[in-house]
T-cell receptor, first 114, second 112 residues
Framework: DVKVTQSSRYLVKRTGEKVFLECVQD?????MFWYRQDPGLGLRLIYF???????EKGDIPEGYSVSREKKERFSLILESASTNQTSMYLC?????????????FGSGTRLTVV | QKEVEQNSGPLSVPEGAIASLNCTYS??????FFWYRQYSGKSPELIMS????GDKEDGRFTAQLNKASQYVSLLIRDSQPSDSATYLC????????????FGTGTRLQVFP
C-alpha cells in the first residue's frame, strides 16, 4: 500500500553528531519535502526537491542539508546536531504542479538531541 | 497576515454533533485546498480536497469552499470520539504550485 517510508520512528542523538534522516517513496513522485513540526509552530518547510539532484531551500534551512541522488530517496542531514533541532521530522512527496492530489506523508521521525 | 489561518482550538463537540472547522487564506488566486487529519504523535493524512466553489461531500465529511470570501471549511457530521485529532488546512500557491502552505491546525475534541 504505502508509499512514503521514513527509516526511523524514534532517534536519539548527541549534540554535535552528524545525523542522517532517510525517506523513500514508491509512488514515482517528482517532488519530495522535509518538514519539521513543533507544538504551536505547525509544519515548517526545511528543504524541497523537485527532481533528482535538484533542491530548494525552504523556510528554515539553517543547520540542515539534503541529498537526492535517486528519484525515490530524499535524505535530510543535520550537519552538527543541536538541542534546538529536537523535533518531529516529516517527509512528504507529491506529483509536480497543482495536481490536486496533495502530499503523501511518511510516518515521521521523532528526533531528540541530547 | 499569515497565508493560511486556522483557529488553534481546541474545539470541543459532543458525540453525534456536527463539528465545523474553518480556514482562511490570503492569496485570492489559490487553486487547490486540502484538509489533513493528524492524530497525536502521527503524521498528517489527507481526508478531503476541493478545487471549486461550493460543497464536496465524502461520507461524514463535507468540505466547503468560498473563493470570494477566501475561506474553506470542513464539516464533520455525526462526530465520533475517533475524530478527535488536529485538522490541518493546506492551500496551493499559484506562484509555486508544487508547494502547499499549511495552517497550524485546529485541535478537535469529541467527547462521549
Amino acid at each position: 500500500d504505502v508509499k512514503v517510508t521514513q527509516s526511523s520512528r524514534y532517534l536519539v542523538k548527541r549534540t554535535g553528531e552528524k545525523v542522517f534522516l532517510e525517506c523513500v517513496q514508491d509512488m514515482d513522485h517528482e517532488n519530495m519535502f522535509w518538514y519539521r513540526q513543533d507544538p504551536g509552530l505547525g509544519l515548517r518547510l526545511i528543504y524541497f526537491s523537485y527532481d533528482v539532484k535538484m533542491k530548494e531551500k525552504g523556510d528554515i534551512p539553517e543547520g540542515y542539508s539534503v541529498s537526492r541522488e535517486k528519484k525515490e530517496r530524499f535524505s535530510l542531514i543535520l550537519e552538527s546536531a543541536s538541542t534546538n533541532q529536537t523535533s518531529m521530522y516529516l517527509c512528504a512527496s507529491s506529483l509536480p504542479g497543482d495536481s490536486g492530489y496533495g502530499y503523501t506523508f511518511g510516518s515521521g521521525t521523532r528526533l531528540t538531541v541530547v | 497576515q499569515k497565508e493560511v489561518e486556522q483557529n488553534s482550538g481546541p474545539l470541543s463537540v459532543p458525540e453525534g454533533a456536527i463539528a465545523s472547522l474553518n480556514c482562511t487564506y490570503s492569496d485570492r488566486v489559490s487553486q487547490s485546498f486540502f484538509w489533513y487529519r493528524q492524530y497525536s504523535g502521527k503524521s498528517p493524512e489527507l481526508i478531503m480536497s476541493i478545487y471549486s466553489n461550493g460543497d464536496k461531500e465524502d461520507g461524514r465529511f463535507t468540505a466547503q469552499l468560498n473563493k470570494a470570501s477566501q475561506y474553506v471549511s470542513l464539516l464533520i457530521r455525526d462526530s465520533q470520539p475517533s475524530d478527535s485529532a488536529t485538522y490541518l488546512c493546506a492551500v496551493s500557491l499559484p506562484s509555486n504550485t508544487d508547494k502547499l502552505i499549511f495552517g497550524t491546525g485546529t485541535r478537535l475534541q469529541v467527547f462521549p
